[in-house]
């Protein structure tokens, strides 16, 4: 009996348990099959996304050409920038929303993207992106700056990009637009770039992104980072080069000015006070020197300055170097020297120097131009019209040089050819007050004569 009783249970224990594992998998089978069907319901088409894509790709490159337009209106710079725009690839496109939006993604609108649309200004200086940044934060309404690869040690690899987003200007829509509805604050991409920063990132796109390619071969990874270290040092040795044209250059500007203002004040006859160099205290000069370059500087500064006795030693110590300087180099430093000493009215010595440049670059029609100006000085018209003419000769859209010949020609009175000199000047766009005052004095002595 207790043996029977043993045996019921046991077999209402077992067919419980049956029926209790066949619900469990029942429900589980049918929990498992709602959610397979739950998430093929959200996995998103591609083939929608595409021809929504295909749909606003001819209206994304009508809005770049617009904003690429007024780029090239407000973006000033020294060296023009080269632009390129792109609508980001279909294939991009659909891998970011699938990573970044996926529930976005079955929406049946289009999948807005912050780099959907973009434009690359490349530049030829690093301190042209500076330039460019402050410019579009003037011109447009900026969403976001980015500075990619900044975070980046001297390890690593990897672009260097500025990025910047705008929003889409109102005038930059196509008149198309109701049939391309966007969002409100749909944003453009600039990205701000040096020459060699686009070649690297090119390069680093096909070589590791496109590639999904992340190298762990040390050896690789060293070679891959000297590059684009050498790639950053060229930028900032092509950027120092540039610096050091822009000094140079003002230096140049500020004495030639001086040069033309003495030449201007002795013409008309108004005595200048006699340079003492030993009156004045020169600011020091922030060249550095060594090299031929740094002693041209130096020497261009201090004669700028005032400090003509100092300049003067400089530029005999250039053109005394042991070897001395190429010709070309060493007629551009007579030139300079010549200019000091006509500062300090040595005009013989000044004479000797524009002549000494002269014969040491025959094409150099600026000696020319300064050898007849010293004449001039001196009172030797005729001399100083040979020189003038032999100038012209060169390159005969200089106006002072029409001026100055046409200033000579008045003295040693030949009318008529002063009158067409002047002409000429005019016509090149020298008009100022000493041109009036010598067209005034033509216009009397041609009245006296009629």
């Known amino acids: 009996m207790k043996m029977s009783n043993l045996f019921c249970f046991l077999f209402f224990v077992i067919v419980l348990a049956k029926n209790l594992c066949y619900n469990f998998f029942m429900e589980f089978e049918i929990n498992e099959t709602a959610g397979n069907l739950a998430l093929t319901s959200k996995v998103p088409e591609k083939e929608i996304i595409y021809q929504r894509y295909l749909h606003y790709q001819p209206y994304f490159r009508s809005i770049l050409e617009l904003i690429e337009a007024k780029l090239k209106q407000v973006l000033k710079l020294s060296s023009n920038p080269t632009y390129k725009s792109r609508v980001k690839s279909f294939e991009s496109y659909y891998k970011k929303i699938l990573r970044k939006h996926p529930d976005a993604a079955s929406?049946?609108?289009l999948v807005q993207l912050t780099d959907m649309m973009g434009i690359r200004v490349i530049c030829a200086f690093m301190e042209d992106l500076s330039d460019v940044e402050r410019q579009?934060?003037?011109?447009?309404?900026?969403?976001e700056v980015e500075r990619k690869g900044a975070e980046q040690s001297f390890r690593e690899f990897g672009y260097e990009s500025v990025h910047v987003l705008i929003k889409i200007p109102e005038d930059c829509y196509p008149e198309n637009a109701k049939d391309y509805p966007l969002e409100p604050n749909t944003v453009c991409?600039?990205?701000i770039r040096t020459i060699l920063q686009d070649a690297w990132a090119e390069v680093e796109h096909e070589l590791v992104y496109k590639a999904d390619f992340s190298p762990v071969d040390l050896p690789l990874r060293r070679k891959l980072a000297s590059i684009n270290a050498s790639l950053t040092l060229s930028d900032i040795i092509?950027?120092?080069?540039?610096?050091?044209?822009?000094?140079?250059?003002?230096?140049?500007?500020?004495r030639r000015s001086s040069f033309y203002e003495k030449a201007d004040e002795l013409t008309r006859e108004q005595q200048p006070e006699l340079h003492k160099s030993n009156s004045q205290i020169s600011r020091p000069s922030p060249y550095v020197r060594g090299t031929l370059d740094d002693m041209i500087l130096e020497a261009l500064h201090a004669h700028n300055q005032g400090n003509l006795d100092y300049a003067i030693v400089i530029y005999t110590r250039i053109v005394n170097a042991d070897p001395p300087p190429v010709a070309a180099v060493l007629s551009v430093i007579l030139k300079h020297r010549g200019m000091a000493y006509f500062a300090q009215s040595k005009y013989d010595e000044a004479l000797a120097d524009f002549k000494e440049s002269f014969v040491l670059d025959p094409k150099s029609f600026k000696s020319l131009y300064y050898e007849g100006i010293v004449y001039s000085v001196k009172g030797d018209d005729h001399k100083a019209i040979e020189c003038f003419s032999a100038s012209l000769d060169m390159d005969e859209f200089q106006s002072h040089v029409h001026?100055?010949?046409?200033?000579?020609?008045?003295?040693?009175?030949?009318?008529?050819?002063?009158?067409?000199?002047l002409a000429a000047a005019r016509k090149l766009g020298l008009d100022?007050?000493?041109c009036k005052n010598l067209h005034q004095k033509l216009v009397k002595k041609f009245d006296m004569k009629m």
Do not use: H
């Open 107 to 109: 929406r049946k609108n």
């Open 136 to 143: 579009l934060i003037a011109n447009f309404d900026v969403q």
């Open 189 to 191: 991409e600039i990205q």
């Open 238 to 254: 092509f950027q120092e080069i540039r610096d050091y044209q822009k000094k140079m250059q003002s230096e140049l500007a500020l």
């Open 403 to 421: 001026y100055r010949r046409a200033l000579a020609y008045y003295n040693v009175q030949e009318y008529s050819k002063s009158l067409e000199d």
């Open 432 to 434: 100022d007050d000493d």
